[in-house]
């Protein structure tokens, strides 16, 4: 692939990124639009993240199938299509079924567009943890301003339902450009053989690094989903004014994806993750000092984004370079296992919170124990993830 070519797929994967961002993030604030429309409790709504999360898990087979066959451009062409019909369920859906499909689809079709960019750039040779962690910065940055579409929202039509058409719009401009794209790197969709699938499924290393997406994904979710809530306890202010530590975070998280290669020249991709889960994990103790100082909260929020940011892109780098003849089944393997902790952290996150009534600390405390246990792990196994790949 030509340099320039290049940097155009490279522009556009930025751009998709930061689509991806806003779909992801506008789901929770348009929460009260969908159980209105649907007459259903917010609790009952609520569920449609089980169903995202599902969409991301089911996504690894039908990538490993359909991707096959389709190839790169073909994910690249048709996984915004199906984030656009996710969409346009969410801004119309007026029954629970729907609104939960359009869910479903929301993960399945953002899946499939990280996956095809992260295997497309992470297949190359070069500082491709680097490139990985710039291009998934955006996802950050998009996660800002998805939330600011919804209450835009709200001020011109009194409810979210003209956020989700926005995020199809900006959907839109990824299934042309792929088009107009024509060069796709070959590798990045090749089909790998059966017994390259067979080894990496029965691969220890494979199934550490699917654990370590797995934690990582939960303690992203839980924490940017619980951060509000922890703050507005722990300073006593409105619902409105704790949902800054929220930006905080996801504003920390993007900052450090993006400049991460400045880590990346100095320390190498396999001790940076450690490094990085020990930052996250100085975030939560400064962020359970909020009750004396306040300020904690916000400062918290931002060393633990800055410790988390670049760990999921580092990782599917890493992934890449050890199993290069299977880059998509590694990539979408990480992707999607990442889906399954997102189901139950979170959750466990939520039930500390309220067994710790007026402070909340304990869902601190809970995922402080997870990353402990991360470390331990990392730390023991961490040979065996050399950059060197198998035989083939």
Same mark, same amino acid.
């Not at 306890?233 to 998280?253: D, E, K, N, T």
């Given at each position: 692939?030509?340099?320039?070519?290049?940097?155009?797929?490279?522009?556009?994967?930025?751009?998709?990124?930061?689509?991806?961002?806003?779909?992801?993030?506008?789901?929770?604030?348009?929460?009260?639009?969908?159980?209105?429309?649907?007459?259903?409790?917010?609790?009952?709504?609520?569920?449609?993240?089980?169903?995202?999360?599902?969409?991301?898990?089911?996504?690894?087979?039908?990538?490993?199938?359909?991707?096959?066959?389709?190839?790169?451009?073909?994910?690249?062409?048709?996984?915004?299509?199906?984030?656009?019909? *996710?969409?346009?369920?969410? =801004?119309?859906?007026? $029954? &629970?079924?729907?609104? /939960?499909?359009? !869910?479903? +689809?929301? @993960?399945?079709?953002?899946?499939?567009?990280?996956?095809?960019?992260?295997?497309?750039?992470?297949?190359? *040779?070069?500082?491709?943890? =680097?490139?990985?962690? $710039? &291009?998934?910065?955006? /996802?950050?940055? !998009?996660? +800002?301003? @998805?939330?600011?579409?919804?209450?835009?929202?709200?001020?011109?039509?009194?409810?979210?339902?003209?956020?989700?058409?926005?995020?199809?719009?900006?959907?839109?401009? &990824?299934?042309?450009?792929?088009?107009?794209?024509?060069?796709?790197?070959?590798?990045?969709?090749?089909?790998?053989?059966?017994?390259?699938?067979?080894?990496?499924?029965?691969?220890?290393?494979?199934?550490?690094?699917?654990?370590?997406?797995?934690?990582?994904?939960?303690?992203?979710?839980?924490?940017?989903?619980?951060?509000?809530?922890?703050?507005?306890?722990?300073?006593?202010?409105?619902?409105?004014?704790?949902?800054?530590?929220?930006?905080?975070?996801?504003?920390?998280?993007?900052?450090?994806?993006?400049?991460?290669?400045?880590?990346?020249?100095?320390?190498?991709?396999?001790?940076?993750?450690?490094?990085?889960?020990?930052?996250?994990?100085?975030?939560?103790?400064?962020?359970?000092?909020?009750?004396?100082?306040?300020?904690?909260?916000?400062?918290?929020?931002?060393?633990?984004?800055?410790?988390?940011?670049?760990?999921?892109?580092?990782?599917?780098?890493?992934?890449?370079?050890?199993?290069?003849?299977?880059?998509?089944?590694?990539?979408?393997?990480?992707?999607?296992?990442?889906?399954?902790?997102?189901?139950?952290?979170?959750?466990?996150?939520?039930?500390?919170?309220?067994?710790?009534?007026?402070?909340?600390?304990?869902?601190?405390?809970?995922?402080?124990?997870?990353?402990?246990?991360?470390?331990?792990?990392?730390?023991?196994?961490?040979?065996?993830?050399?950059?060197?790949?198998?035989?083939?």
């Amino acid at each position: 692939m030509r340099a320039s070519t290049s940097s155009v797929l490279f522009a556009l994967a930025c751009y998709a990124f930061v689509s991806l961002g806003i779909s992801a993030a506008l789901l929770g604030p348009l929460l009260p639009t969908l159980a209105a429309r649907a007459n259903a409790g917010l609790e009952q709504i609520g569920v449609i993240f089980t169903w995202m999360s599902l969409g991301y898990i089911l996504s690894a087979l039908i990538i490993n199938t359909l991707g096959a066959k389709v190839g790169a451009r073909g994910m690249l062409i048709a996984s915004p299509l199906v984030v656009i019909l *996710s969409m346009t369920l969410l =801004a119309l859906g007026e $029954r &629970l079924d729907v609104l /939960f499909l359009g !869910g479903c +689809l929301l @993960g399945l079709g953002q899946s499939g567009t990280q996956v095809a960019y992260n295997t497309i750039f992470g297949a190359q *040779s070069g500082e491709s943890a =680097a490139k990985l962690n $710039r &291009l998934n910065a955006f /996802f950050g940055l !998009g996660a +800002l301003v @998805g939330p600011l579409l919804v209450s835009v929202s709200y001020i011109f039509v009194a409810d979210g339902g003209l956020a989700p058409w926005a995020a199809a719009v900006m959907a839109l401009p &990824l299934t042309v450009g792929a088009i107009a794209v024509r060069s796709v790197p070959s590798r990045a969709g090749a089909p790998s053989a059966s017994h390259d699938h067979r080894r990496l499924l029965t691969s220890p290393t494979a199934l550490l690094l699917c654990l370590m997406m797995a934690l990582y994904v939960g303690c992203e979710v839980a924490f940017s989903g619980w951060t509000a809530e922890f703050t507005r306890r722990a300073v006593s202010i409105s619902p409105a004014q704790a949902a800054s530590a929220v930006s905080v975070f996801w504003a920390a998280l993007a900052f450090s994806r993006y400049f991460a290669n400045l880590a990346l020249a100095r320390i190498p991709p396999i001790q940076l993750v450690g490094v990085l889960f020990g930052v996250a994990l100085l975030g939560l103790l400064i962020m359970l000092t909020a009750y004396q100082v306040g300020a904690a909260a916000w400062l918290g929020a931002a060393v633990v984004g800055i410790g988390l940011g670049p760990i999921y892109p580092t990782l599917v780098s890493i992934g890449i370079q050890k199993f290069p003849f299977a880059a998509r089944m590694i990539t979408s393997a990480l992707t999607s296992v990442g889906a399954v902790g997102a189901l139950f952290i979170p959750a466990l996150t939520g039930a500390a919170m309220e067994i710790g009534a007026a402070s909340g600390t304990e869902a601190w405390l809970l995922l402080i124990g997870v990353l402990l246990a991360v470390l331990a792990l990392w730390g023991s196994t961490r040979r065996s993830l050399s950059p060197r790949p198998l035989a083939r």
